[in-house]
């Protein structure tokens, strides 16, 4: 298993993620301890658990070339977001190799690396600095992410009196303003009213036209007939088609 991660001047189609055979495995228990006394009892006996594969992913092997939108569709617990937690780096595959050249904006599960304690404040320049951005940068940015999030007279509040709509909004606010060479969404063009979602795909189109290579996971077929080059169709765990939009979308709504 390698990750490799590299921030360098790409050429013009020269891939920016090279996945190759890629599997992700997670050991499940066959039989669950029903209370918290009953595994305590199961460890003193010495008796082992019984425990059983389960391939979330298995070897996936896919190219995403520079400026391309590239989407990933498939039914949930198809692996979609496994691939892209493996891509953003959150998460290790067991086997293959990964290979990113560019800096990432992940926006999946927006504002689960958040503090809820801390303020909207706090937040912008914790999870900016983990994006990568200096403290600088950050205050260069911050009204810009203030403003785009719409959340000025909350911004000074801890994220614990948010809504979800809110920390969901501030996380796009923040990982789209940091300038990214790829883009990683997982199913967030369903953030706030529908008034801030045209926001945020107005958001995505400009950084398309700017030539930042994208992955999108979604289930709207509308969105990856609009916004992609390319699709991948992922059926547990293994490719089951990829290729233009229109023939992969017409093939996944198939009865």
């Keep these: 298993m390698k990750i490799k991660r590299q921030q360098r001047y790409l050429k013009v189609n020269e891939p920016t993620i090279k ?12 039989e669950k301890p029903k209370t918290l006394q009953e595994y305590l009892i199961h460890r003193l006996k010495g008796r082992k658990m019984d425990y059983e594969d389960f391939w979330a992913l298995k070897d996936i092997t ?11 569709t498939g039914h949930n617990g198809a692996g979609k977001s496994t691939l892209l937690k493996v891509i953003a780096g959150v998460l290790k595959p067991t086997e293959g190799s990964v290979s990113v050249n560019g800096k990432i904006a992940p926006l999946i599960e927006l504002g689960a690396g958040f503090d809820m304690e801390l303020t909207g404040q706090e937040n912008i320049y914790l999870n900016a600095s983990i994006l990568g951005l200096s403290r600088k940068e950050i ?18 509040s801890p994220l614990k009196s948010y809504s979800s709509g809110m920390v969901a909004r ?6 789209t303003a940091v300038d990214p ?5 997982d199913e967030i063009l369903a953030v706030g009213d529908e008034r801030f ?3 945020c795909n107005e ?20 969105d990856i007939k609009r916004l992609c ?27």
């Excluded at 911050?142 to 007279?153: C, K, T």
């Excluded at 501030?170 to 990982?175: D, T």
């Excluded at 992922?234 to 939009?245: A, F, L, Q």
């Design 19 to 30: 996945i190759h055979g890629v599997s992700v495995r997670y050991r499940l228990a066959k």
């Design 62 to 72: 896919v190219e995403v070339r520079r400026g391309e939108t590239v989407g990933v």
């Design 139 to 156: 205050e260069m940015k911050f009204q810009n992410i203030v403003d785009f999030s719409e959340l000025h007279e909350f911004i000074y």
């Design 170 to 175: 501030l996380g796009f606010s923040i990982a």
């Design 181 to 185: 060479e790829i883009l990683i969404i």
């Design 197 to 199: 979602m045209e926001k």
């Design 203 to 222: 958001r995505i189109l400009e950084f398309r036209e700017k030539g930042v290579t994208m992955l999108l996971v979604s289930h709207n077929m509308a």
């Design 229 to 255: 080059n390319r699709v991948v169709w992922i059926d547990h765990g293994m490719i089951r088609m990829h290729g233009d939009p229109e023939s992969v979308v017409s093939e996944y709504q198939k009865p």
